[in-house]
C-alpha cells in the first residue's frame, strides 16, 4: 500500500533543528507562507529564536525535550548536517523528518558520502579511508602529494582538515588533526569551484537554480557569482548530477552540491571542462543566499515548500549575481553598505563579531529595472 | 544647541505597537538588517510575536508595561495610527517614537488631518465638522449630495461611515453612525484612486516609490497596480503633494498618502487630471506591499532605515506590478496560487479567515528575467 504524503497547509508548525543563520532565514521564509515555526537548539543564544514564535533550548540527546518538540510541530527539518543519527531517528518516528535520515546519514560521513557517490557514477576526488597513521602513509604513497587528510564527521568551514606536502611528516599531521576516522583525498587541480542549489519535491519534481561560482578564503566561502564562468554544458551536466544525487536518495528539501571544474584534455586534444563533486549538504546552503535578492523563488521558501508538499517555485535568476559573505568584522561595514543603493544587506543578529564567524552576506543583482 | 540624532544600529531593539500583519512585516525586514523587535499589543494572539523574539500582551493603558516595554528598546514605532495620544507621549518621554506624537496626531482625527492639509495648500475634497443632527443637515445642505459623513476617530476599511444619499433621513443616518465627533465630506467623482508610498529620513532625505493605482471593493483595498495609469506629470505632483505633507510632519518613516484622481476641465477646454488627498496613513501602507518582490527595498525595510537613522534604500521598480490582497476565504486559493510560478505567496499566520479580514496578499511582477 502507497502512503499518501498529506500536505502540510499553511498555519501549520514547522520544527528546525538548528538554531544559526540557515534556521533563520529558514524561519523567515516559512512565516511569509503563514506557518509557525519551533526552533531546537543547544545553546541559548541563537540567530533563529529572534524570528520564531518557538524556541526550545535543549541538547540533541535530551529524549523527553525532543518528544515534546516533535509533538508540538507537523514536519522537521534541519539547518545542519550535523544533527545526531539518533536524534534523527528517535524524532522521524514521531514526525516526518525531510530531508530523510538516509540523506543525513549518507552526507555526516565523508567516507560513506565518497561511496555513495561513486556508486551513483558520480565523479569525486581520488580518496582512500585512513585509520591509523600507517594507513595514512600507505594512502599517500598511493595518491601522492599534495592530499588532504579530512576527518569522516563534523568537519565545516575547512575544520577537521590538514593539507600534507612534499615534505610532511605524515604521522605528525595524522596526530595533529586529532581525528582517528579519517579520509585522504588526492588535490583536484581545479580552476574553478562552483555548486547547484536545487530542490527536489515531494511528488519528485525537481528544479535547480544556475550554476553559482564559489570563492573560498580560509576555507569559508567568500563570494558567489551567478552564473558560474563556464560552459552551458557543464552547468547542465552539474544539475543534472545533482538531480541523479536527488534522486537517489529519494530527497525532499532544497540540497546544495559542491563541484570543482577541472580543465583536461579530450579525446580530440582540446582541453575541455570536467566536473568532480566534492561534497554535498542535505540542507539550504550559503552559496544559495542570493536567491532571496536575485531569483524569483528564494532557496528558504524552496526548502519549505519542498518539504511541506507544495509545488516548488521558479528558480527564474533576475539579474547577473553578486554576493558577499561579511565575516568577522566585515559585518562593521554595514553603514557604507547601506548606503549603496545596488547593495541588499542581510544580518544575522549575532552579537559578537568573531574572526571567522559569518555575520550577514550583501547581495548585488545587476537587474535591469523597469522603463 | 541641536541635538545629534544618534543613528540606531544594526543589533538594537526595536518596538512595535501592534502585532497585525503590518508589525510581522515591519519585525521581518528588522531582523533582516540585524535587529531585534519587541512587539506590543493587547490581544494575545496575533500575527506579529510568531517572528519576534520579545511579545508584551497588555493595554495601551498599562503604564507599568508600557514603561518596561520602552526600557527594553532603542526606538519605537507603530503599525496604525489608533494608537491613544497619551500611550505616544508617555512612550516618546522614554524613547525616541517614530514617525513622531504629531505625525500620530495629525492623522487619527479626520478633522484635524483635513484641516492640517488644507493649511498646507493640498487639495482635499470639501468638507464640514460635525457634532449634532443639526450641523449635519446645514452641512449637507452646503456640500449637496451624496455627502460622506465620517467619525473623526477610529475608522479604516470603511468603518465609521455611512453616505448621505438623494432622500436620505439625515438625522437617521447621524444616528445609525453612532459617533457624534464626526466630518461630513462631499463626495468626489474621482476617476481613479491612487497612492504615494514615499520615506523621509531623520536627516530630512526623502523617497518615493512610483505611483501606485487601487481598487477597493466593499471599502477594503482588493487590488493595487504599479505604475498608476496617469499622466506622468500627475503622478509627480502626488510625490511632491507627499514631499510637503512630510517635510511639514518632520516626518520620519514610511508614509502612505492615498489620493483621488478626478477629470478636470482646465483653462484650454481641454480634460486634465486633477489630483485630491483623501487621506494619509503615518505607517507602512497595504497598497506598498507590493514593494516586497517588486522594489529594490521592500517599504518595510524602509521604513526600518528610516526610523533608526540609516540611509533610505533605493525605491527602483523591477516591473510591472500587481498586488491582490486575499481577503476571508481568498486566502483558501494558496494551493493554486503556489502551483503559479508567476506569484508571490504572502500569508499572515491568522488563525481564521472571517470576512473582510486581510489574510495574505499576492504579488505579480512582469519582471524581465536575466537571458
Redesign the interface.
Known sequence: MTKIDP?I???ASIGILGGGQLG?ML??AA???????HIYEPQSECPA?????RFTCAAFEDEAALDAFAKSVDVITYEFENVPAATAQFLAARRPVRPGVESLAASQDRLVEKRFLQSLGLPTAPFLPVEDGGSLARAVAQLGRPAILKSRRNGYDGKGQATIREGSDVGAVFRSLGFPSSIVEGKVNFVREASVIAARGLDGSFAAYDLCENRHENHILAKTIVPAQAAPETAARAIEMTRVLADALSYVGVIGVEFFITLEKGRDGQMEEQLCVNEFAPRVHNSGHWTQDGA?TSQFEQHI?AICG??L??T?????ILMENLIGHEADG??SI??N??A??????K?EARAGRKM?HVTYVN????A
Open positions: 500536505v497547509a499553511p498555519g533563520r524561519a523567515m512565516a511569509s507562507l503563514g506557518y509557525k515555526c529564536k529572534e524570528v520564531a514564535g524569483t515548500r507544495l509545488p517555485g521558479a527564474t535568476r533576475l539579474g547577473d554595514w553603514a547601506l548606503g543603493p545596488e541588499r544587506l542581510h544580518l544575522y543578529g552579537g550577514g537587474q535591469k529595472p523597469c
